[in-house]
T-cell receptor, first 115, second 114 residues
Framework: KQEVTQIPAALSVPEGENLVLNCSFT??????LQWFRQDPGKGLTSLLL?????REQTSGRLNASLDKSSGRSTLYIAASQPGDSATYLC??????????????FGQGTILTVHP | SQTIHQWPATLVQPVGSPLSLECTVE??????LYWYRQAAGRGLQLLFY??????ISSEVPQNLSASRPQDRQFILSSKKLLLSDSGFYLC?????????????FGSGTRLTVV
């Protein structure tokens, strides 16, 4: 059974800092890994999608890496801003059987960036 | 472009009342559709998924059911709500023929059972 763990559970940083969010998963048989952002009371916004054959993806100030063999992914946020405050969720899309590509989520990291 | 719609955004229902949440996807055909629930203090849990009209798979036994009456319509229902059904319900879709595509989520429905 796939398990996804995110560390830290919560993070508070001053504006301008670079930061790293961590995600680990137990089963390396995945199609891809997706990072999402969730604002309070809102749905999930996709940030980055990394295929199992890729090592990293970048979008603006965000960079996500994937090491499938060790079951780890990191989300790097450069020059953080108060608008980055949200919950960040990592999810893996597993392969095989009758899965039809089902996502398994971590518990999320609550990020607060203060001015 | 593809869009996903969920409604209502917020719902307060008494225990024992019925439930119907609707999700529709536009701009694509034959999508895989999913219902997730996010309970307070817990992660996202997959409830149902569908790979085609009338095809529903349930992930966990519960008080809820799902239906897919049309290709791009996914409905979550209950005949009698329980307090434990409270939570944030999210619908999602992804292309059925592209295993390496990501998921797109709707804006969610906040359900409070009182």
């Amino acid at each position: 059974k796939q398990e996804v763990t995110q560390i830290p559970a919560a993070l508070s940083v001053p504006e301008g800092e670079n930061l790293v969010l961590n995600c680990s998963f137990t089963d390396s048989a995945i199609y891809n890994l997706q990072w999402f952002r969730q604002d309070p009371g809102k749905g999930l916004t996709s940030l980055l999608l990394i295929q199992s054959s890729q090592r990293e993806q970048t979008s603006g100030r965000l960079n996500a890496s994937l090491d499938k063999s060790s079951g780890r992914s990191t989300l790097y946020i450069a020059a953080s801003q108060p608008g980055d405050s949200a919950t960040y969720l990592c999810a893996v899309n597993r392969i095989g059987g009758t899965s039809y590509g089902k996502l398994t989520f971590g518990q999320g990291t609550i990020l607060t960036v203060h001015p | 472009s593809q869009t996903i719609h969920q409604w209502p955004a917020t719902l307060v229902q008494p225990v024992g009342s019925p439930l119907s949440l609707e999700c529709t996807v536009e701009g694509t055909s034959n999508p895989n559709l999913y219902w997730y629930r996010q309970a307070a203090g817990r992660g996202l849990q997959l409830l149902f998924y569908s790979v085609g009209i009338g095809q529903i798979s349930s992930e966990v036994p519960q008080n809820l059911s799902a239906s897919r009456p049309q290709d791009r319509q996914f409905i979550l229902s209950s005949k009698k709500l329980l307090l434990s059904d409270s939570g944030f319900y999210l619908c999602a879709w992804r292309p059925s023929d592209r295993g390496n595509y990501g998921y797109t989520f709707g804006s969610g429905t906040r359900l409070t059972v009182v």
